[in-house]
């Protein structure tokens, strides 16, 4: 009998362990999520990438997990698309990101979001637009919606429609998530002045410089958009 009771208190602190390792690595998951989607929107120098690592660190405690993956992905064609940089490694990391993506089966914002960022990147926007379209009827304000579709707009050509998108996007960034006005202020000039409006698109420029005065693409906007009765800003 003492035996049995022994067996029965050893059996009932392993399910104990096991019920504690599982909240730990669920308290781990969300924290992980968390600092993904923290770093999606930093807007600091390397943010996407950082925002693939912190995504990356989830999935190896849960492969399929549906956020992590549409952060990866969705930050992988992001950093293509914005920044330029690393682009092969990127969209190799983002297609693997999506194949999983496919093959699981998951859904979510972040999951449309990154199919749709990588058929901008793919040359197909008209896919994306409507994924993008699909994500804002559910959340009309979401600041990173708006600016992906200001980039699938401008990939399609329609100047105007990335006007509209841009500008949505600055003013729900503006309220929501300041480290996005930097992109979308830049969207917007690059719209306004493929649209043919270089007052307004010179209005954006300048306050993107003043935003960061750093900032390669305002001092370029600048500069083309500079009258010519303004030469030392050429």
């Given at each position: 009998a003492v035996v049995a009771v022994i067996a029965a208190g050893a059996g009932g602190f392993l399910t104990w362990q096991?019920?504690?390792?599982?909240q730990q690595r669920k308290a781990q998951i969300e924290s992980g999520i968390a600092t993904a989607e923290?770093?999606?929107?930093?807007?600091?120098?390397?943010h996407w990438q950082h925002a693939v690592r912190a995504a990356d660190r989830v999935l190896q405690l849960a492969e399929n997990q549906p956020r992590a993956l549409g952060i990866a992905?969705?930050?992988s064609y992001a950093a293509i698309l914005d920044?330029?940089?690393?682009?092969?490694?990127?969209?190799?990391?983002?297609?693997i990101y999506t194949d999983k993506i496919e093959t699981a089966l998951v859904t979510g914002p972040h999951v449309e979001k990154a199919l749709a960022l990588k058929s901008i990147d793919q040359g197909r926007p008209g896919p994306a637009i409507k994924r993008l379209e699909k994500v804002l009827a559910g959340a009309p304000n979401d600041p990173d919606a708006l600016l992906y579709l200001g980039w699938g707009h401008s990939a399609a050509g329609d100047s105007?429609?990335?006007?509209?998108?841009?500008?949505?996007?600055l003013d729900a960034a503006s309220s929501q998530a300041p480290e996005r006005t930097a992109p979308a202020l830049y969207?917007?000039?690059?719209?306004?002045?493929a649209a043919g409006d270089r007052a307004a698109a010179r209005t954006s420029f300048k306050a993107l410089s003043e935003l960061d005065e750093?900032?390669?693409?305002a001092l370029l906007g600048l500069a083309e958009t500079a009258e010519v009765s303004q030469p030392s800003e050429r």
């Open positions: 096991k019920f504690s390792a599982e923290k770093q999606l929107r930093a807007g600091t120098e390397n992905a969705e930050a920044q330029g940089v690393s682009i092969d490694q990127m969209r190799r990391g983002g297609a105007k429609s990335a006007v509209e998108s841009f500008q949505k996007a969207g917007l000039a690059q719209a306004q002045l750093e900032h390669l693409g």
